[in-house]
């Protein structure tokens, strides 16, 4: 046994509950989430000394090989059970004060960055659900419980997603809503390549990306923010995004990524509602306010005035000049102009949706 050569301690199933355990009163698995938060909680977390693995319908014996992950960089992620715990503790005891804060900051170091960790299974999620629940006990005020709420719901977002797949496989081969699988997108290959590439002219889209390709890992709002733009923008099919992340994070796990990309696109399960489309210079300015995340991804741009940082397109041409910085020489012109793409968006989901109503009206 290789246990008896190395040191080994098993961290438990993928899952915390497992998807059995949490279903709705008529048995029937939830497809919206808040219902299904509300149930997780009510169960008893088990022990996780001595829990065997679970075996999960994960990966379809399908599947393409091609969304497979590849090797991507890991420098950033040093590996190991002691890593793990060491940047557990470092999320437990310092950051989740502030987690609810500053977790969807991308210039902040507010978020735990474990999932690398829990993906190859170095640390437990049940363990650390176990932990993140002993510190709400502990809290003594709302403002204390925020953090540790915060976190655990993202604990249960990844079960969430976790027993999505294991009821509902056929969402790795297309939507869940099976009205917005007609969507007629432009798919322009040039465009993909821009994004991926983190060449977009979008500051905020380019920095994630690049952040992503360098290290292995994106920030969660960040994926938001670049899968937005992928579909709502550039209206390219969202299977080609999850399927990059898949090849490129070195957390990519299918129901995760799967779950993240079809609430984003608004084709999922419990998925923000289509017509939601993110401002990508807004969302910079929220997140990333002082233009720090931005400087550090995308170092073009490092000496542009901060006024101009999330939009860089409208600095005049005299500051293009003085800050070394000429738009469409330095740093490309944004691909497409968002105010212009948003009914081209609406149309193209709205089709697809008369589609399917119109072949359920004739069967």
């Known amino acids: 046994m290789v246990s008896a050569q190395v040191p080994l301690s098993l961290p438990g199933c993928a899952a915390i509950l497992h998807p059995a355990q949490v279903r709705k009163a008529d048995g029937q698995p939830y497809t919206v989430f808040t219902p299904y938060s509300h149930s997780w909680l009510k169960v008893d977390l088990p022990d996780a000394g001595g829990l065997a693995p679970l075996r999960l319908p994960l990966l379809p014996a399908d599947i393409e090989s091609e969304a497979m992950p590849i090797s991507p ?27 609810a804060e500053q977790r ?16 190859f299974g170095m640390i437990s999620p049940l363990k650390l659900a176990q932990q993140v629940k002993a510190k709400l006990l502990a809290a003594g005020s709302a403002s204390a419980e925020s953090g540790p709420q915060k976190y655990l719901n993202q604990l249960i977002w990844r079960d969430f997603y ?23 997108w432009r798919n322009v290959e040039s465009e ?26 994106m920030h969660n709002r960040g994926r938001m923010i670049v899968a937005s733009f992928l579909v709502k923008d550039l209206l390219i ?39 939601r489309i993110f401002n990508p210079v807004r969302q910079s300015e929220q997140f990333d306010p002082d233009g720090d995340f931005i400087c550090r991804w995308v170092p073009e741009l490092a000496r542009a005035p901060r006024q101009y940082i999330h939009s860089p397109w409208k600095m005049p041409v005299d500051v293009q000049n003085q800050c070394g910085c000429r738009i469409g020489i330095n740093y ?24 399917y109503n119109s072949t359920r009206s004739k069967a």
Request: net charge negative; with cysteine; glycine share 8%.
């Open 73 to 99: 960089p890991v420098a950033d992620f040093a590996a190991g059970e002691q890593e793990a715990a060491r940047r557990a503790e470092v999320i437990l005891e310092g950051r989740l004060a502030a987690y």
């Open 104 to 119: 969807d900051r991308l210039d902040l170091p507010g978020t735990s960055v474990l999932s690398p960790y829990i993906k």
């Open 162 to 184: 976790q027993q999505i797949l294991c009821h509902y496989p056929h969402v790795l081969k297309g939507a869940f809503n099976r009205a917005l699988l007609q969507i007629p």
């Open 192 to 217: 993909f390549s821009a994004w991926k590439e983190g060449r977009t002219g979008v500051p905020i889209v380019d920095a994630c990306l690049r952040q992503m390709l360098e290290t292995g890992w």
């Open 237 to 275: 099919d969202w299977q080609w995004g999850e399927r990059f992340f898949m090849q490129t994070l070195i957390d990519g796990d299918p129901a995760a990524n799967n779950g993240g990309w079809q609430w984003t696109a608004g084709v999922g399960t419990d998925a923000a509602p289509y017509f």
């Open 332 to 355: 490309p012109f944004p691909i497409v102009d968002h105010a212009q793409t948003r009914q081209r968006t609406l149309d193209a989901f709205q089709q697809s949706k008369d589609l």
